[in-house]
């Protein structure tokens, strides 16, 4: 199982990114994917999960700002980031049951 994130770097308050996900060994249509952050010098946190049968749970902090989406057909899960603040500061990781993702670094700062 390969999960590769892409799509972060440095984006302004207010600004967005979209996180992408590709999936490889494993099925993003079949499992449970989720994403995590680890902002600076604290613990890993969940920001979004995507269960199998459609169930989206979002952290507070993200609500109504990021959207959490599948491809099957790309086999690829997203994550839309809207109205970033600073303290979405983060290393951010896809996952799927035991496995995780290398991470993709977001910093939003002016």
């Known amino acids: 199982v390969l999960l590769v994130e892409s799509g972060g770097g440095l984006a302004q308050p207010g600004g967005s990114l979209r996180l992408s996900c590709v999936a490889s060994g494993i099925a993003v249509g079949v499992n449970n994917m989720a994403w995590f952050r680890q902002p600076p010098g604290k613990q890993r946190e969940l920001v979004a999960e995507l269960a199998l049968f459609g169930k989206i749970t979002y952290a507070d902090s993200v609500k109504g700002r990021f959207t959490i989406s599948r491809d099957n057909a790309k086999n690829t899960v997203d994550l839309q980031m809207n109205g970033l603040k600073p303290e979405d500061t983060a290393l951010y990781y896809c996952?799927?049951?035991?496995?995780w993702g290398q991470g993709t670094q977001v910093t939003v700062s002016s």
């Open positions: 996952t799927a049951p035991g496995h």
